[in-house]
């Protein structure tokens, strides 16, 4: 059953429904974090500041809406208007309840109140994500220009679920890894060249995943002289395993003498206590707290490094 197939009293009721459960989150949140704290820092807050804030906020859920406007297939005929009201229930929830869920939710409601369907709105939750990790790589890349790191920050490189091949072989991998089981010999193989049909469409159709199948590790790794651990979980089914490996081999052929290779299991893509690692499942992990394990291993590592240097 979908919202559009409701009454209005229903639709009322579920959204007045929603809001309800938004405001406990809320009041929950305020209660964990401490109403007097709360309270005593809104008080000395600069009400100036405030509304800079909140305009930025409101100029952020904008330029999103419009983003998504523009990511959205041309058959999906939405006004932007009604983008905007999609992106802005999607940043209540995101800010309400956990990451995963509250991406399930914007997508949910882009493909029922905003038309778009359930395979456009996945889509355009995909790339909003390239996108927003080019632009945080982008932003790090003129952060380093406009202010040099530290010379202390240059002594140590740490490759945290690192591919060791191209981007495009990687999605390939993915998608292979994707199908069913079951699919064997020529049936396997038409399936996986039409998955890689798909890619070569969608690439040709978004920068952002054209930039990041042409990426490649593999090729700067050998000239890396400083420290260099290579972490990976041993049940990461988005980048195999197998890579941290290539990547260790690659740097020692370099001349680095420094490499550290550490392997962790249990442990997924996400670096998240995962005995399982698919990625389907990582909306039900009990806990989607880094691994101890992992910042264990990464601060044991740098205290020694650095050390040594």
């Known amino acids: 059953m979908s919202l559009a197939s409701l009454s209005p009293r229903a639709r009322r009721a579920v959204a007045l429904?929603?809001?309800?459960v938004a405001t406990l989150l809320v009041a929950l949140a305020l209660r964990a974090v401490g109403w007097r704290e709360t309270l005593d820092a809104a008080s000395r807050a600069s009400l100036p500041w405030l509304a800079v804030a909140s305009a930025c906020h409101l100029g952020v859920v904008a330029l999103w809406a419009w983003q998504t406007w523009l990511?959205?297939?041309?058959?999906?005929?939405?006004?932007f208007g009604r983008v905007f009201e999609v992106q802005a229930i999607t940043a209540t929830a995101q800010n309400t309840i956990p990451a995963f869920l509250g991406q399930a939710t914007g997508v949910a409601v882009l493909a029922e109140r905003g038309g778009a369907g359930t395979a456009a709105a996945l889509s355009v939750l995909a790339q909003h994500s390239l996108i927003e990790a080019?632009?945080?790589?982008?932003?790090l890349a003129v952060a380093a220009q406009v202010a040099p790191l530290p010379a202390w920050m240059r002594r140590a490189v740490a490759l945290l679920a690192a591919p060791a091949v191209p981007g495009r072989r990687l999605l390939e991998w993915q998608a292979s890894a994707g199908l069913p089981r079951e699919l064997a010999g020529a049936r396997r193989d038409s399936a996986d060249a039409a998955q890689r049909r798909a890619l070569d469409a969608l690439r040709a159709q978004n920068t952002a995943l054209r930039w990041f199948a042409a990426d490649e590790l593999?090729?700067?790794?050998?000239?890396?002289?400083?420290?260099?651990?290579?972490?990976?979980?041993?049940t990461d089914r988005q980048v195999p395993v197998a890579h941290a490996d290539t990547l260790a081999a690659t740097l020692r052929a370099g001349g680095?003498?420094?490499?550290?290779?550490?392997?962790l299991a249990g442990v997924d893509h996400l670096l998240l206590d995962d005995p399982v690692g698919a990625p389907a499942g990582y909306a039900s992990l009990p806990s989607r707290a880094v691994s101890p394990r992992v910042l264990g291993a990464l601060a044991d590592w740098l205290a020694a490094a650095l050390r040594a240097r």
């Not at 080019?134 to 932003?139: D, M, N, R």
């Open 71 to 79: 990511l959205l297939p041309a058959a999906v005929r939405a006004r």
């Open 218 to 234: 593999g090729p700067l790794a050998p000239r890396v002289r400083a420290p260099a651990l290579v972490l990976h979980g041993a």
């Open 256 to 263: 680095n003498r420094a490499v550290a290779l550490r392997v």
């Open 17 to 20: 429904s929603a809001w309800l």
């Open 134 to 139: 080019l632009a945080k790589l982008a932003t």
